[in-house]
């Protein structure tokens, strides 16, 4: 018996390896089929109601962020469905941003104006490179610009920005490096962060939970660990400043209580993301009591999920996941 439920864990890990690594050579199956102009090109997203005319039910919009896989069209569906259970469906317009590869463009036969990153790039901010250059960062900016407009959306309340696994490291850098929105304030929208299962995260300072060897593992302090060798898009802006920035931000740190597995094929095993921490749990955590450590005084909330693990559907659609992201 135990080798048999060996052997089908074993086939498991491997078919989940597997799909993993395809996504990432041969290019996602599903480019989404909505397209946002931006100056450097066009970004492939999905959207939940069609924005280019007025929406004035919509008093939330939820931009959600794929991980590593890139499947866009899967997390529109969670953030809908989600939106649905808790009861505000009609009033929350879903936008799930696709930050495409090469790979993507080749597969799927896309025209040259489509936006595409070099591999996993978009995950630290970088810039796209073709047809024009722009930070994933600044991509999401342009969304949240958009979003302010008051003709399009003339009771938007605030805008919810939340991602996954991959999607949560997008979301926790995002949140650490983005620019101001006055026009926001202005309009009196809100704007909150929702970071679920990420597999490391930015530190503001050398402090590591787990100890280690720096000359075993010189690049952990580097971007997008730490502070050193920041991206173009946090040009201008001092670490002191970033995190003065980051730890008055609206965020909430998402956790599957179940995402305890050191060895998910999706992890972070690289000496940078194991100084964090053995799994997205601990890390989580380690990251959350640092930030308190730092800022007593600390705002943000760290809310787990019972019985889920690394899940970005189950996450977004369990009853804490539907109170984070539509909390009233």
Known sequence: ??????????????????????????????????????????????LSQDWASPLPQVTR???????????????????????????????????????????????????????????????????SVGPGAVSSFGALDQIIKHLGNRTLFPALKEIVV?????????????????HDHPALHTEGIRLRYVVANPSSYAYF??????????????????????????????????????????????????????????????LDKSCEAETQGAYRLIRGHNYFDYLKQRHPQLSQTLVEVPGVGHDGDGMFTSPEGQKVLFAQ
């Open 1 to 46: 018996m135990n080798n048999r439920l060996g052997l089908l864990l074993g086939v498991w890990l491997t078919c989940s390896t597997t799909t993993w690594a395809a996504e990432k050579e041969h290019g996602v199956k599903v480019v989404s089929p909505d397209r946002f102009h931006l100056p450097a090109g066009d970004l492939s997203l999905g």
């Open 61 to 127: 919009a939820l931009i959600i962020v794929h991980g590593r896989l890139r499947n866009a069209q899967t997390y529109l569906q969670s953030g809908e469905d989600a939106a649905e259970h808790a009861g505000v469906g009609a009033t929350t317009l879903v936008i799930a941003p696709q930050f495409l590869n090469d790979s993507d463009v080749k597969r799927n036969h896309l025209d040259n104006q489509v936006l595409r990153w070099r591999g996993n790039d978009w995950m630290a901010g970088e810039p």
């Open 162 to 178: 939340a991602g996954h696994s991959g999607g949560g490291q997008v979301v926790q850098r995002f949140a650490l490096t983005g």
């Open 205 to 266: 300072s050398p402090q590591r939970p787990v100890k280690f060897n720096v000359a075993d593992c010189p690049g952990f302090n580097d971007w997008k660990y730490g502070m050193q060798h920041l991206p173009a898009y946090a040009e201008g802006q001092g670490v002191e400043q970033l995190e003065r920035a980051y730890v008055s931000r609206d965020i909430t740190y998402l956790l599957g209580q179940q995402d305890t597995d050191p060895n998910h094929p999706a």
